[in-house]
């Protein structure tokens, strides 16, 4: 007989089938839904422009043509798509909620880029606001400080433009499936503190 739901009501009293029931309901949301959400999350900010000339849609659109028009590579360019996708939902950390949403898919170089682009955004605008501009001096010693420099010097910091030539979403459909469709990290490895995806 094939388990469709689990008896459980505490987590405490799962057997391995029904765990197993739950992390292969798990991989299929994965595959059907999360490029679908994630395309949703996007569009939601769709109006939303926080006093900019462009919505962050917009803005998330215009970084990822910056990054593949310069030739960048898959991960990097989807890590420009969705390097804000967090805004709406928690704008004062939203780097580590796209970096979160990203991990499990994606280098480590575009993971570690998305995830401190906000401290490395402050060189382009902090003199303005009055916070100085060297606050990325911190990961001086990282090897992917000229990555992350790079990505918002080229890509972020100037995407704001109203006239450029944005590509719509729909060129960056392919991307974001061949990135999503991967199988994660594995979460179970300690040192890629990737959480479970059943719990």
Request: with cysteine; aromatic share 10%.
């Given at each position: 007989?094939?388990?469709?739901?689990?008896?459980?009501?505490?987590?405490?009293?799962?057997?391995?089938?029904?765990?197993?029931?739950?992390?292969?309901?798990?991989?299929?949301?994965?595959?059907?839904?999360?490029?679908?959400?994630?395309?949703?999350?996007?569009?939601?900010?769709?109006?939303?422009?926080?006093?900019?000339?462009?919505?962050?849609?917009?803005?998330?659109?215009?970084?990822?043509?910056r990054a593949l028009r310069e030739g960048a590579d898959t991960d990097m360019v989807?890590?420009?798509?969705?390097?804000?996708?967090?805004d709406d939902l928690s704008p004062d950390n939203h780097s580590e909620v796209a970096?979160?949403?990203?991990?499990?898919?994606?280098?480590?170089?575009?993971?570690?880029?998305?995830?401190?682009?906000?401290?490395?955004?402050?060189?382009?605008?902090?003199?303005?606001?009055?916070?100085?501009?060297?606050?990325?001096?911190?990961?001086?010693?990282?090897?992917?400080?000229?990555?992350?420099?790079?990505?918002?010097?080229?890509?972020?910091?100037?995407?704001?433009?109203?006239?450029?030539?944005?590509?719509?979403?729909?060129?960056?459909?392919?991307?974001?499936?061949?990135?999503?469709?991967?199988?994660?990290?594995?979460?179970?490895?300690?040192?890629?503190?990737?959480?479970?995806?059943?719990?």
């Amino acid at each position: 007989m094939t388990l469709e739901m689990v008896s459980f009501t505490s987590m405490d009293d799962a057997t391995p089938d029904e765990i197993a029931l739950i992390a292969a309901e798990a991989a299929r949301h994965r595959k059907e839904n999360l490029v679908p959400n994630l395309v949703r999350q996007l569009e939601a900010m769709q109006g939303h422009t926080y006093g900019y000339q462009i919505d962050r849609y917009t803005h998330s659109l215009q970084s990822a043509t910056r990054a593949l028009r310069e030739g960048a590579d898959t991960d990097m360019v989807v890590a420009a798509l969705l390097h804000d996708i967090g805004d709406d939902l928690s704008p004062d950390n939203h780097s580590e909620v796209a970096a979160a949403v990203l991990k499990p898919f994606v280098s480590d170089e575009a993971w570690w880029v998305v995830k401190h682009h906000g401290v490395f955004q402050t060189y382009h605008y902090g003199e303005a606001m009055g916070i100085g501009t060297d606050a990325r001096e911190r990961y001086r010693d990282s090897e992917y400080f000229d990555s992350c420099a790079h990505f918002c010097a080229a890509w972020d910091a100037v995407s704001f433009d109203p006239d450029y030539d944005t590509l719509p979403m729909s060129e960056f459909l392919p991307l974001l499936q061949e990135v999503f469709g991967r199988e994660p990290k594995s979460w179970g490895d300690p040192a890629l503190q990737v959480e479970s995806p059943i719990a």
